[in-house]
């Protein structure tokens, strides 16, 4: 096998280093990028939450945002919701919002344990309780948190 010969940069000191730019030097690269925003969303079941939103929680609602760039998709789904119950659909996305099912566990009230959320290809958005749980999960209770994937 031959050899390939690599050449590093070196400063005055001669210690390599590696050259950086900045996002404003790449012409063009603006172009190579799709950023959603926050788009909130209304739940189909379930309230709003007002939980983490005080004065100085900087709380979110419930919301998503896809970041495109090249061929890659980042997508985020940021939940913030009460007066659930098990195995409810929470929002019901278009088909093959995600490619794959996700499912995650979200934040829930200290007492309880986490529940999941289950997002599937054909854009149901749901929540499952813990069976521990469900008996004592009240209206006030919430869940909080956010998801992100890779596509």
Same mark, same amino acid.
């Given at each position: 096998?031959?050899?390939?010969?690599?050449?590093?940069?070196?400063?005055?000191?001669?210690?390599?280093?590696?050259? !950086?730019?900045? !996002?404003?030097? !790449?012409?063009?690269?603006?172009?190579?990028?799709?950023?959603?925003?926050?788009?909130? &969303?209304?739940? !189909?079941?379930?309230?709003?939450?007002?939980?983490?939103?005080?004065?100085?929680?900087?709380?979110?609602?419930?919301?998503?945002?896809?970041?495109?760039?090249?061929?890659?998709?980042?997508?985020?789904?940021?939940?913030?919701?009460?007066?659930?119950?098990?195995?409810?659909?929470?929002? *019901? &996305?278009?088909?093959?919002?995600?490619?794959? *099912?996700?499912?995650?566990?979200?934040?829930?009230?200290?007492? &309880?344990?986490?529940?999941?959320?289950?997002?599937?290809?054909?854009?149901?958005?749901?929540?499952?309780?813990?069976?521990?749980?469900?008996?004592?999960?009240?209206?006030?209770?919430?869940?909080?948190?956010?998801?992100?994937?890779?596509?």
């Amino acid at each position: 096998m031959s050899e390939i010969n690599h050449r590093y940069l070196k400063d005055n000191d001669g210690n390599r280093y590696f050259p !950086v730019t900045h !996002v404003e030097a !790449v012409k063009g690269l603006e172009t190579l990028i799709n950023d959603s925003g926050w788009t909130e &969303f209304i739940p !189909v079941n379930g309230n709003p939450n007002q939980s983490f939103k005080g004065e100085n929680d900087n709380g979110y609602d419930c919301s998503y945002r896809i970041i495109e760039i090249f061929d890659l998709k980042i997508k985020t789904v940021r939940i913030n919701l009460s007066d659930i119950g098990h195995n409810m659909l929470i929002y *019901d &996305f278009p088909e093959n919002f995600s490619e794959e *099912d996700q499912s995650w566990l979200i934040r829930t009230p200290f007492e &309880f344990s986490p529940a999941t959320i289950s997002l599937r290809t054909n854009g149901g958005l749901s929540v499952g309780l813990p069976k521990k749980d469900r008996n004592d999960w009240g209206q006030n209770n919430y869940i909080y948190g956010s998801f992100t994937w890779i596509e």
